[in-house]
T-cell receptor, first 119, second 114 residues
Framework: GAVVSQHPSWVICKSGTSVKIECRSL??????MFWYRQFPKQSLMLMAT?????????EQGVEKDKFLINHASLTLSTLTVTSAHPEDSSFYIC???????????????FGPGTRLTVL | AQSVTQPDIHITVSEGASLELRCNYS??????LFWYVQSPGQGLQLLLK??????LVQGIKGFEAEFKRSQSSFNLRKPSVHWSDAAEYFC????????????FGKGTKLSVKP
């Protein structure tokens, strides 16, 4: 099956610094990548959707200047948390999908997630 | 409000016992329906999905789910639980056609007793 990796799997940073999280599709081309945030005992909340070569589309309430998303290639998307604060501590999950056209559903494949802790 | 509801936050079952995890949705039309499993250190894995047709859907790892339109439900079942099934289970829907975004329930944590 399709594999999506994330790096790092966990990161601890100081308040005010920026952190970059990578999401890679290892064996397929991801025309679309998604970034989710998961709070403890909560659902996955979609933060943004990015299509390769385009600007990301952010969900309501997500600060685009704080959560910078770049989808520069068909296999890599990055999420940069800028000027991180303790309230940004969370579990960030990416997923990737290869849209093959038509009306068929194209499955999303999920990465293992990145645990961010901001001190 | 439109939502995906998983009423059970945490369920504990004995190994070998049967399992049913509940999921209800509140949308006007029947959405695409999914069940995912999340194990520590691993990404969400798709167990099964329902788009149309036969309302009883077979998935991986011995799981099945039944879509009941009258109850707006899509409950996940397994006849005999294994210790390795201990994980977090998420019900999800896709609205607005096949390219819509996944909307997740809050999840149900499954613990398995020896």
């Amino acid at each position: 099956g399709a594999v999506v990796s994330q790096h790092p799997s966990w990161v601890i940073c100081k308040s005010g610094t920026s952190v970059k999280i990578e999401c890679r599709s290892l064996d397929f081309q991801a025309t679309t990548m998604f970034w989710y945030r998961q709070f403890p005992k909560q659902s996955l909340m979609l933060m943004a959707t990015s299509n390769e070569g385009s600007k990301a589309t952010y969900e309501q309430g997500v600060e685009k200047d704080k959560f910078l998303i770049n989808h520069a290639s068909l296999t890599l998307s990055t999420l940069t948390v800028t000027s991180a604060h303790p309230e940004d501590s969370s579990f960030y999950i990416c997923s990737a999908r290869d849209y093959q056209g038509g009306s068929s559903y194209n499955e999303q494949f999920f990465g293992p997630g990145t645990r961010l802790t901001v001190l | 409000a439109q939502s995906v509801t998983q009423p059970d936050i945490h369920i504990t079952v004995s190994e070998g016992a049967s399992l049913e995890l509940r999921c209800n949705y509140s949308y006007g039309a029947t959405p695409y329906l999914f069940w995912y499993v999340q194990s520590p250190g691993q990404g969400l894995q798709l167990l099964l999905k329902y788009f149309s047709g036969d309302t009883l859907v077979q998935g991986i790892k011995g799981f099945e789910a039944e879509f009941k339109r009258s109850q707006s439900s899509f409950n996940l079942r397994k006849p005999s639980v294994h210790w390795s099934d201990a994980a977090e289970y998420f019900c999800a829907v896709v609205l607005g056609g096949s390219q819509g975004n996944l909307i997740f329930g809050k999840g149900t944590k499954l613990s398995v007793k020896p």
